[in-house]
């Protein structure tokens, strides 16, 4: 389903400020997996999955989804095969459209149909029962400002938005990093129903040691530009925080006092 094979990419390369941002990267996912992805600031994380959604180009390597070669394809065209939730609640939505108009656009995104005529009466029901899912009553403010809303009502939205057109590679970059621990809960808990339901193939960046082990078939850790470790299923259910912290001691050889020291 999504194959990074040599991917490779130095930033200001020539430059006393030079930086291998991502240093050989060969990464499968079959479909289904769900993989939490965690290391420190600067592990190259964020670089990665810009990577896979177009933001950025590849020096070297190549990019396959869903048998499709996307290494050279501009954002805006992967789009149609790439559900995204980013950190920052107030990205992903249109604060001054509609809560239905937002997910007008999104259902519309890979139909290559506008907003006109898009939100009739059959797709406002079936919006209001997909939105019954959240728990947040937002079913009965459809014509309410997405501006309007909190910060873990926008981000519950753009969840389900991103999951809309069931999309090949569903990538979730720090989702709950900015919302409080409640809300981080209710996001966290909808994440994997909604993957559940549809089989989505996920690709998760997270700052929670503890929620890169609860979610998810597969974790990864990065760190300065390569994946260090890569654990299946079977034994990442065994894993605890303190086990993580010594594959990293182990694999580089320094010591870890906490786990936000690794996960900066």
Do not use: C, W
Not at 13 to 18: A, H, K, R, Y
Not at 87 to 107: C, H, K, R, V, W
Not at 249 to 255: A, S, Y
Request: no cysteine.
């Amino acid at each position: 389903m999504l194959k990074l094979d040599g991917i490779n990419k130095i930033f200001n390369e020539g430059t006393p400020d030079e930086k291998n941002a991502l240093d050989n990267i060969n990464l499968h996912l079959a479909a289904g997996d769900f993989v939490t992805i965690i290391g420190s600031n600067g592990a190259g994380k964020s670089t990665m999955m810009n990577m896979i959604s177009g933001a950025l180009t590849p020096d070297f390597g190549s990019i396959v989804i869903d048998g499709n070669d996307l290494t050279r394809l501009p954002e805006h065209k992967r789009a149609l095969h790439i559900g995204r939730v980013f950190q920052d609640p107030m990205a992903g939505t249109a604060p001054s459209m509609t809560i239905e108009e937002n997910l007008a656009i999104a259902y519309s995104r890979n139909t290559k149909r506008g907003l006109r005529g898009g939100v009739d009466k059959k797709r406002r029901e079936f919006f209001k029962q997909s939105l019954e899912k959240l728990h947040l009553n937002l079913e009965n403010r459809l014509t309410a400002k997405v501006g309007l809303l909190s910060g873990g009502e926008r981000q519950a939205l753009s969840l389900l938005m991103a999951t809309f057109t069931k999309p090949a590679i569903l990538l979730l970059d720090e989702h709950t990093a900015a919302l409080d621990p409640s809300r981080a809960e209710l996001i966290t808990k909808l994440t994997k129903e909604l993957v559940e339901e549809s089989n989505l193939t996920t690709l998760m960046v997270t700052h929670n040691m503890q929620q890169a082990l609860d979610l998810g078939n597969r974790l990864i850790m990065m760190d300065k530009g390569q994946i260090i470790l890569e654990v299946g299923a079977e034994r990442k259910s065994a894993l605890t925080i303190p086990d993580l912290m010594t594959e990293f001691e182990h694999i580089r050889g320094e010591k870890m006092n906490s786990d936000r020291a690794l996960l900066g």
